[in-house]
């Protein structure tokens, strides 16, 4: 096990790099079961997630290589081999994301259900009712999902709730399907867009991604392509609570700007200042000093639930009363008592955390319970008075790209080290 030290009241200064989008990533990855051929698919982040996703799919007959962050791949076109099993998919949630393409190209798919988490329940019903109306039978025996279909055939879909690894696994199908799929109340997520942009490139017929009505007309089959992921949102946004709290001022480069107004728009409130000099760079200043801001998540492009926990981080020493509301997953405050044992002072009331900002913020050990929650950590660890020891980072690692590295460059003092902590 490894845990971070983390030293808190440096500010932030330098350069930073974005990586690769890792949820555009991800489906971008499970498409490649669509056609066979060669792909080569750059601006690939070197995440742990995406480890598990190049193993997932090599048991489905689609070998990899990775050059730098360019990942080569190569599927075989083994139609046999349709097994997503256990021992990965409880690693990574978004696993589920292979159904649509292993059912849509080898007409049987046999995925493992993916388990509760840390979040919330996180369901996923819609995927399987989706896929359902489309003509597939599904059954769950032994804790796998089984779908069979020969041919899935386009229909209406109108999802109940919006969701972004739904949306994703129809879209995928649909390319495939027999006729027209329209997806009604579709995730309009700039990851959506990104998938959706590399099935067109393999030959897919797709009209309204980026809305929330996506009109696509099945092809008999697709073509193997080379791609580009887009850069990380989440990622970069997370380095500009970072420096909103910190105080400091940093050059990112490979920012979504276009994607990021609602992030944008909070930490400009909160007191930082931008300067944006072209599509994918900006500087960004903060004086330190953090006015409170309210947010509350909802899809996009509202602010995203996967930037709540950092920028509840940034308010945490904000001049001020701030509510955060969770609108997205119902269990997604794990952070707020980690918090609140540097010296938060936060009371929870159902979706909405009351943050006073503090004077006074001390580190400690404390533990990240998932994927952003660790990040949120790592920026209270910044602005906390002493030392903080974070442990169970391996969550981190599915996420952020050398994290600590970059925060070093940017002259944090933060360490990763070897632990006895589980
Ligand atoms: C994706 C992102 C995750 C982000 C989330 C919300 C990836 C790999 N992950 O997760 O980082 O936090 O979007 O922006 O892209 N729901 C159901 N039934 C379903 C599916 C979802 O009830 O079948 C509910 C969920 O419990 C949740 C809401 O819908 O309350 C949104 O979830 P969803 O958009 O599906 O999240 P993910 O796609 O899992």
Redesign the pocket.
Known sequence: MEKLVVFGKNRLYGDVYISGA??AA?PILAATILSEGSYQISNIPLLNDIKTMSKLLFTLGITHRLEGNVLHLTNNGDDKLIEVPYDLVKTM??SI?LLGPILAKKGEARVSLPGGCAI????????ISALEKMGATITVEDGYIHAVCKKLKGCVIDFE??????TENILMAATLAEGRTVLNNA?T?P?VEDLANILIKMGATIDGAGTPCIIIDGVASLKSVDYEVMPDRIECGTFLAAVTATGGKIKVHNAPISSMTAILNALEEAGLELDIEDDNTLTATSSGYVKSVDIETS?YPGF???MQAQFMAAMLKADGVSTVSEN???NRFMHVAEYKRMGADINVEGDTATVKGVKHFTGAQIMASDLRASAGLVIAGLIADSESDISRIYHLDRGYETFEKKLSNLGADIKRVKSEDQ
Not at 120 to 127: A, F, K, N, T, Y
Not at 161 to 166: I, L, R
């Open positions: 890792k949820n991800l949630r978004a994301l919330g329940e996180r369901p996923v019903d819609l995927h709730k919006v969701t972004v690894t739904g995730a997520e990851e899809v995203p639930t996967d997205i997953f119902e």
